[in-house]
């Protein structure tokens, strides 16, 4: 599996026979994505979903799906996106990948915006390791082992002591850092420091995608 991280919380999954684009928000650069068999979308936020980046993924690849969650499509139908709904927890395949959809609400930003629909989405293939993209949400947690947990390094809803916490909980085999669009290169230092240094017992592995992607296979 290849994994490119292409701005913020969006990120291209590739298979043998699957090219999963997750997330493609207002803070990613997806001009240079020319296939794809799955757009998955997590919650509507602009970050997330940016639906001018989406139409230009969409004209490229007419026939492609798009799945998102109750709050997303939404949006998409009123702009004239055809899109399916996830729902938690109701699996559905892209080529030979498992995709589930996790969890339900976006995390508080503060008692002032209400609260959206979030689903975070794990990956899994025969003979590759698993991916969990959570969105924008830091409670849902698979039941299945996570190889590769894509992790939030910062966002006004989000503190790194629960960043930490939640790696902890996930416990993965190396995490990849995401939601970082609005941090300056020292401040994102630091926290992905934070992370490696204590997201585990002994630390876990950060395996920092930007600029370059990376193939993971599995042991």
């Given at each position: 599996m290849k994994i490119t991280h292409l701005g913020h919380a969006c990120?291209?999954?590739e298979y043998p026979d699957a090219r999963i684009l997750i997330d493609p928000g207002s803070f990613s650069e997806v001009s240079g994505v020319?296939?794809?068999?799955a757009v998955l979308i997590t919650h509507q936020h602009a970050d997330h979903l940016d639906l001018d980046k989406l139409r230009g993924v969409l004209e490229r690849n007419p026939d492609v799906p798009v799945y998102a969650d109750p709050g997303s499509l939404k949006v998409l139908r009123e702009a004239g996106i055809d899109a399916q709904e996830n729902q938690a927890g109701q699996a559905f395949s892209v080529g030979s990948v498992r995709v589930t959809p996790i969890g339900r609400m976006h995390a508080e930003i503060h008692p002032y915006i209400e609260r959206i629909p979030n689903l975070g989405?794990?990956?899994?293939?025969?003979g590759d390791l698993t991916l969990f993209h959570p969105g924008d949400a830091l409670d849902g947690q698979p039941l299945e082992h996570i190889d590769i947990l894509a992790v939030p390094?910062?966002?006004p809803w989000g503190a790194v002591k629960e960043t930490i916490a939640f790696?902890?909980?996930?416990a993965p085999s190396v995490v990849v850092p995401i939601h970082d669009g609005t941090l300056s290169e020292v401040g994102r230092g630091m926290y992905l420091k934070h992370i490696g240094d204590f997201g585990l017992d002994g630390g876990v592995p950060v395996r920092d995608l930007r600029g370059e992607p990376a193939t993971f296979f599995d042991a």
């Amino acid at each position: 599996m290849k994994i490119t991280h292409l701005g913020h919380a969006c990120l291209l999954a590739e298979y043998p026979d699957a090219r999963i684009l997750i997330d493609p928000g207002s803070f990613s650069e997806v001009s240079g994505v020319s296939v794809v068999d799955a757009v998955l979308i997590t919650h509507q936020h602009a970050d997330h979903l940016d639906l001018d980046k989406l139409r230009g993924v969409l004209e490229r690849n007419p026939d492609v799906p798009v799945y998102a969650d109750p709050g997303s499509l939404k949006v998409l139908r009123e702009a004239g996106i055809d899109a399916q709904e996830n729902q938690a927890g109701q699996a559905f395949s892209v080529g030979s990948v498992r995709v589930t959809p996790i969890g339900r609400m976006h995390a508080e930003i503060h008692p002032y915006i209400e609260r959206i629909p979030n689903l975070g989405v794990t990956l899994r293939a025969d003979g590759d390791l698993t991916l969990f993209h959570p969105g924008d949400a830091l409670d849902g947690q698979p039941l299945e082992h996570i190889d590769i947990l894509a992790v939030p390094v910062s966002g006004p809803w989000g503190a790194v002591k629960e960043t930490i916490a939640f790696v902890r909980r996930i416990a993965p085999s190396v995490v990849v850092p995401i939601h970082d669009g609005t941090l300056s290169e020292v401040g994102r230092g630091m926290y992905l420091k934070h992370i490696g240094d204590f997201g585990l017992d002994g630390g876990v592995p950060v395996r920092d995608l930007r600029g370059e992607p990376a193939t993971f296979f599995d042991a």
